[in-house]
C-alpha cells in the first residue's frame, strides 16, 4: 500500500509523520517492510535519519530517469530510504513539458513495489507537479493537521483539489484519515478546534489516534534520530505506535 | 521599501510575522502607510484578517493581468491589503511561458509603490514561480525561522537559492534579516540552536528583536486579529513593536 503524507499547508508534522510511522511499522510487533520516499527538497525527511546525499543519489536523479529506484535506496535505522536533496525544486521545471509528467513516480515504483507492506511518501508544503507525482502514485493518503484556525481554513481547498485529483489523475485514491498533530489539550484554541469543529467535521475521517506536544520529538531531530529510537517511552513514540495500530486494523501483532 | 517575508520551511511564522509587523508598522508611534501582498494561495495572511474573496478580487487576477493592484485593495483594521486566492495556485502553471514571467508583480506594483512606506509581501512555503515575483520585485527579505533543526538544515541551501536569485532576477536585493520566531527559552534544543548555532552563524543578520511564543496569538488568529488588536499588552504585540522599531532604525516615534 503506497501513502502519502500530505497537506499544502506548512510545519504541520508530514515529515515527523512520515519518519516516526515508518519507524513504528518496522517495530517487532509490527515487521512490516517500508520504503520511505523523501519527495521534499528541504529533505527534511533525509536529514531526520542521515547526512545529505549527492543529487545523483537521490530521488531527483530518479524523476529525471537518469537512475533507478532501487539504485538510491539506504536502509537507516531499520527503514529503508529514498533520499531527496535541494536539486528536487528545480526538477518540477525540467518535467514540466514531459508526456505523462504526473506519472514519472508511479512507473518508477512499479518495480520495487511489492517488496515493501507499506510505502510512505512524505511531500513540500505545495500541490505543484511533485506532490501531484506523489498522489498520483498513491492508493491512500494521510493528513496532518495542527489544531489552529489556518488548518480549518485551509480543509475545504484541500478536499477541492482532492476530488480533482481522484478524478482526474488517480481515481483509486482515498483519504485514509486526518491526523491532529502537537495536539495540547491545555490549550483551550486547540481543544475547542478539536472537539467542536474537526470531530464533528470530520467524522470517522479524523484517526483515533492524536499525536501529542512532545519536546522529545525536537530532541530527537537534533540527534537525527527518530522519536522511538532517541527514547522508545517518550509519549509521541507511543502515539506513533498506536497510529501504526491503527492503520494495520490492530494487525499489529501481540 | 518592499520587504518579501519568505522561507521555504513550511510553519515558521511567515504569514504571522507579514501580519503583526503590517499592525505595528501602522501604528500611532510609527504611523506608516503599509500594503500587505498576500501571495500565498492558502490565503492564510487574508484569512488572518477578514473573510475569504472571489479569485477576480485577489491578487489571482492582477498577476494574470486581467486586474490592477488598487482595484483589489481592501483596508482592514488600517492595513491596506492585497488578498490572495486558492485560485492563485494554478496561476503558477498559466504565467509560466509568459516573457517576463518573475516580473509580472514588479510591473503590478510600479503605480502604486509610491503611496506606501512599506510593501510586506507574504510568501507561500515554496520557491516557485510565485516566490520569484516576489523576490524579484523586494529591495529586502526578512527570513522567518523557528529554532530547530531543520530550520538550521535549510539555512545553506537557502542562502544557495537568494544568491542565484540576487545575480540573475534582482541584484539589489539584501537580507534584512533573520528571525526567530515561537522562542520558547524553556526548551534546551530552542536555546542551544540560537545561542551556540545561529547567533555564531548569522551575526548581525540576526534581528535582535525575537518573537516568543505566546498562545494569545492563537487565540487571536482564531478572531481574525492581529494579536495587538486582539490583546495590546501581550508578550507577541509588544515583539512585534519592538521590530517594527528595530526596522525603522528607532525613528518609531515618541
Ligand atoms: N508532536 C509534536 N510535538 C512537538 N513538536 C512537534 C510535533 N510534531 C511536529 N513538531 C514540530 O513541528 C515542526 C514542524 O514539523 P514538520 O517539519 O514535520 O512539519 P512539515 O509539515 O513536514 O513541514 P513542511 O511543511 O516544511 O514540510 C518540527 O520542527 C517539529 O519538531
Ligand atoms: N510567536 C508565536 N507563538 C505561538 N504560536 C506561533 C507563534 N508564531 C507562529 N505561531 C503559530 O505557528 C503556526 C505557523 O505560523 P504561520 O502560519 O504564520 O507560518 P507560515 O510560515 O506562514 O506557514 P506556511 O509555510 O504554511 O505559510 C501558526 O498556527 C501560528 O499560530
Ligand atoms: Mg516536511
Ligand atoms: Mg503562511
Known amino acids: 500500500m503506497i501513502i502519502s503524507i500530505v497537506n499544502q499547508k506548512g510545519g504541520v508534522g508530514k515529515t515527523t509523520t512520515a519518519v516516526n510511522l515508518s519507524k513504528s511499522l518496522t517495530l517487532p510487533l509490527a515487521s512490516k517492510k517500508v520504503l520511505l520516499v523523501d519527495l521534499d527538497p528541504q529533505a527534511n525527511a533525509t536529514l531526520h535519519l542521515t547526512e545529505r546525499v549527492e543529487p545523483e543519489k537521490s530521488i531527483s536523479a530518479v524523476l529525471m530517469e537518469k537512475a533507478l529506484l532501487k539504485d538510491v535506496v539506504i536502509n537507516v535505522d531499520g527503514i529503508d530510504l529514498v533520499p531527496s536533496n535541494i536539486s528536487l525544486s528545480g526538477v518540477e521545471l525540467e518535467i514540466f513539458m514531459k508526456i505523462g509528467r504526473e506519472y514519472i513516480l508511479k512507473d518508477a515504483l512499479k518495480d520495487i513495489k511489492d517488496e515493501y507492506d507499506y510505502i510512505l511518501i512524505d511531500c513540500p508544503p505545495s500541490l505543484g507537479l511533485i506532490s501531484l507525482n506523489a498522489l498520483a502514485a498513491s492508493d491512500r493518503i494521510i493528513v496532518p493537521m495542527h489544531l489552529e484556525k489556518f488548518d480549518v481554513d485551509g480543509l475545504s481547498d484541500f478536499l477541492n483539489t482532492f476530488e480533482r485529483v481522484k478524478s482526474k489523475i488517480n481515481n483509486n485514491l482515498e483519504i485514509m484519515g486526518y491526523l491532529a498533530v502537537n495536539y495540547n489539550k491545555r490549550l483551550s484554541v486547540s481543544k475547542q478546534i478539536y472537539e467542536s469543529v474537526l470531530k464533528p467535521q470530520l467524522g470517522d475521517k479524523m484517526f483515533k489516534t492524536v499525536i501529542r506536544t512532545d519536546t ?39
Request: glycine share 8%.
Open 216 to 254: 522529545k520529538l525536537k530532541e530527537a531531530q537534533a540527534m537525527c534520530k527518530t522519536v522511538y529510537t532517541y527514547k522508545n517511552n517518550s509519549k509521541c513514540a507511543a502515539d506513533y505506535i498506536d497510529l501504526a495500530k491503527e492503520i494495520t486494523g490492530g494487525k499489529y501483532g501481540k
